[in-house]
């Protein structure tokens, strides 16, 4: 059965810091590009970030670049997102999601994304 588990969100005050992780089961984890999207109450998803599967490499969206760093650790089948400074902005049910792209260096946040996490919240309190 394949499985992506975020990790627990929670609740931070603006400027604060936080990190999520999304462990993944049932799939060639190394096989996959993965990315993190975010869903504010009443607005569309958006992309955040994302990883390549070969070397690593990440792409930001610029509301959270120089803030949000994005890794991944494919000895344990986990990306994870540090997110800093924090804004009320942020605040958001935060998904991962991972594309079958083997043996590259790129990712994008427009993939067809094959298996999603159930999301978990992220609020930002002012």
């Known amino acids: 059965e394949v499985q992506l588990v975020e990790s627990v969100g929670g609740l931070v005050q603006a400027g604060g810091s936080l990190r999520l992780s999304c462990a993944s089961s049932g799939f060639t984890f190394d096989d996959y590009a993965i990315g993190w999207f975010r869903q504010a109450p009443g607005k569309e998803r958006e992309g955040v970030s994302c990883i390549s599967s070969s070397d690593g490499s990440t792409y930001y969206a610029d509301s959270v670049k120089g803030r949000f760093t994005m890794s991944r650790d494919n000895a344990k089948n986990t990306v994870y997102l540090q997110m800093n400074s924090l804004k009320p902005e942020d605040t958001a049910v935060y998904f991962c999601?991972?594309?079958?792209?083997?043996?590259?260096?790129?990712?994008?946040?427009?993939?067809?994304?094959?298996?999603w996490g159930q999301g978990t919240q992220v609020t930002v309190s002012s």
């Open positions: 999601a991972a594309t079958f792209f083997p043996d590259s260096s790129t990712c994008s946040l427009l993939f067809r994304h094959d298996y």
